[in-house]
């Protein structure tokens, strides 16, 4: 049960609705974001919803079974929009496209991308500073100074920045330099990083982890919203399982479903998806006609020769193609 109070509820009747929850044996607990003052109730009998309504102060009352509430599509009328300002949305009717390198590795790099993001029009780019590697050999990122470095040069071209953050000490010399606080398939468990996120005012984009079920994703989502953050974006980036052909299994399923099930806006991450160059535009499109709201790609002006991840990065001119394809599909679907 989601308990959704008006913002100028009264000591004395925010002390009436605990009573009236603790009669009726209801585990509650409070949690408020940015927007709003919720309490969650978990009732283990059937409740008449109408007697808590009926409190003054409660703005709505809603049943809502799912383990996962807040991030429940059961009780949202509309889905939610994430607005990273200067007309940047993700959740909306226009499709997200997000591009970059796996790495962030020099400026050069960051300008010829930041250059064919705006060709394209594409207004958010990704770039990793901290990169979680299998090998503790391989490159690991430049840190917080590539990040001011990619910030600059993206913040003078108008272009919004997503990059992963993979622990909890990162995020206070990040905050400043991002827009989106991407956590990857690694950490979708790390409850302390997203309890940490939860307290920020940034969005926060999850990733399906490794071997993650989708009720687990949603439940990770669940974390960072009930710790006070709703600007929360869901990402379906393959899931690994037996087969070895490609680099991950790409769940289109998990699309609709996600959809289905949650009022969050939901990205593909094809480059991941299947980690192949030459069929990573074909996961992407079909991840539009699946109902995403965006897409997350990997590009660089020489995928040969880029740090980490260059056999599923694409070039600007497979990158130029994929645009028009989405133009072309978007009028169709």
């Not at 790495?103 to 901290?130: A, D, F, T």
């Not at 940490?196 to 071997?211: E, F, Q, T, Y």
Request: with cysteine; glycine share 8%.
């Amino acid at each position: 049960m989601i308990i959704q109070l008006e913002q100028n509820i009264t000591a004395s009747n925010k002390e009436k609705l605990n009573k009236k929850l603790e009669e009726l044996n209801v585990k509650a607990s409070d949690i408020v974001t940015q927007h709003h003052h919720y309490v969650i109730g978990i009732v283990s009998n059937e409740i008449d919803v109408r007697v808590i309504g009926e409190i003054e102060g409660v703005k709505d009352v809603f049943r809502v079974n799912d383990s996962y509430k807040l991030v429940s599509s059961k009780w949202k009328v509309d889905n939610t929009i994430i607005n990273l300002g200067d007309g940047v949305t993700i959740g909306g009717k226009d499709f997200a496209i997000m591009a970059g390198p796996c790495s962030i590795e020099n400026e050069e790099q960051v300008e010829s991308i930041v250059k064919s993001l705006i060709k394209n029009n594409v207004k958010i780019m990704r770039g990793g500073v901290h990169k979680p590697r299998s090998s503790p050999y391989a490159f690991r990122g430049l840190g917080i100074d590539g990040l001011k470095m990619f910030y600059k040069t993206c913040n003078e071209n108008g272009i919004k920045i997503i990059t992963e953050v993979m622990q909890v000490s990162q995020i206070d010399e990040m905050i400043d330099f991002i827009d989106i606080f991407q956590v990857g398939a690694r950490n979708t468990q790390n409850f302390n990083l997203l309890d940490a996120l939860g307290k920020v005012d940034k969005p926060v984009m999850i990733k399906r982890g490794i071997s993650g079920t989708i009720d687990e994703l949603l439940q990770s989502a669940e974390y960072v919203f009930a710790a006070g953050n709703e600007k929360i974006i869901l990402c379906e980036r393959g899931i690994r399982t037996f087969e070895n052909a490609y680099r991950n299994t790409f769940d289109i399923n998990a699309i609709p479903i996600l959809k289905e099930k949650s009022h969050l806006p939901v990205i593909a991450d094809p480059s991941h998806g299947i980690g192949i160059r030459k069929h990573v535009s074909k996961i992407a499109l079909a991840s539009m006609v699946a109902g995403a709201d965006g897409v997350i790609v990997e590009i660089h002006h020489e995928p040969e020769k880029a740090f980490s991840d260059g056999a599923q990065t694409l070039s600007f001119d497979e990158f130029d193609t994929l645009v028009e394809q989405f133009k072309i599909l978007e009028q169709a679907v």
